[in-house]
């Protein structure tokens, strides 16, 4: 997977807006992790004369982003301008409370001497703050819904600490300080059976979720429900491994989810891939860097 931030251009032919690149989905977690939904934004001067006292606003419908506005003194015949979007902010309350998916629009207004000269609105899909986009924008999104600090986590590690106890004569979870892969997927395994425990029953996610996304059970509904996903439990699980220090992996197939962990510190240096080579080589016998976990095995029942 290009870990570029994927955006969207809409074409226009409206005067003045040259090019308007933007991301065309937003939730609670994207305005956490402070990406710009605006990517780049070029006005040209099309006309043979000065265009002058220029006002540029960006604006939304429903309000989930802060109005944005940009004075230009003069703009010459023939001439391009990029304009650098700052303090283009995603509201954080309004996105926090919304439940339901919105379609939103951003609207780009150019104006000269108070007179408006070129207008275009752009289409963004405004998620629940509990749902994540797929992997056609931003697929890396879904790795902050790993939430290790949440406290339920606390108490599957105690679970998870006596049963390594009980394997090891050793209850502490000290991530890769031993240096042995053995050791980590011990850890691992204490983890999955406290979460086995636990008696999520499964719940099949929608058809094709990887590419439109889904709504995402966060710990505290997993906790109250004991209902899960396939997603759901892979985060659950990666929560609990990235609480306990270890470098977790989230992997996404068509229609299905799991999930893993490094067995020696060590990471991809990118946010996202799509060769499966390396999660084979790294998985081979003899290898021992990295081991996947079916994330529905832990659910209850077969």
């Not at 609990?240 to 020696?264: Q, R, S, T, Y």
Request: net charge negative; hydrophobic share 40%; charged share 20%.
């Amino acid at each position: 997977m290009d870990q570029k931030i994927i955006t969207h251009m809409t074409p226009t032919t409206a005067p003045l807006i040259d090019e308007f690149i933007y991301t065309p989905v937003v939730n609670y977690a994207i305005q956490q992790n402070r990406i710009p939904i605006v990517r780049k934004l070029v006005l040209e001067n099309t006309t043979e004369e000065d265009l002058h006292e220029l006002k540029i606003t960006l604006t939304s419908e429903p309000e989930f982003v802060s109005n944005w506005e940009y004075r230009l003194e003069t703009l010459p015949p023939n001439q391009k301008i990029e304009l650098e979007v700052k303090d283009l902010k995603l509201s954080a309350k309004f996105l926090s409370e919304l439940t339901e998916r919105l379609s939103g629009e951003l609207h780009l207004k150019v104006f000269s001497n108070n007179e408006l000269l070129s207008q275009q609105s752009y289409s963004v899909d405004v998620l629940a703050y509990d749902q994540w986009n797929g992997i056609g924008t931003l697929p890396e999104i879904l790795a902050a819904f790993v939430t290790p600090n949440y406290p339920e986590i606390a108490k599957v590690l105690q679970t998870a600490a006596t049963i390594l106890e009980g394997w090891t004569g050793n209850p502490s979870f000290d991530g890769y300080q031993s240096l042995n892969p053995d050791r980590v997927k011990k850890q691992m395994g204490a983890i999955f059976e406290a979460i086995a425990s636990l008696q999520l029953v499964y719940c099949a996610p929608p058809a094709s979720f990887e590419n439109t996304g889904q709504r995402l059970r966060t710990c505290d509904t997993i906790f109250a429900h004991k209902l899960s996903t396939c997603i759901d439990t892979a985060l659950l699980y990666a929560s609990c491994i990235e609480a306990i220090g270890l470098n977790p992996l989230l992997i996404v197939l068509k229609g299905h989810a799991f999930v893993g962990a490094w067995l020696i510190d060590d990471s991809f240096a990118d946010t996202v891939n799509d060769d499966v080579s390396l999660l084979k080589k790294r998985t081979a016998t003899g290898i021992n860097e990295i081991a996947l976990v079916e994330a529905t095995s832990m659910n209850a029942g077969k």
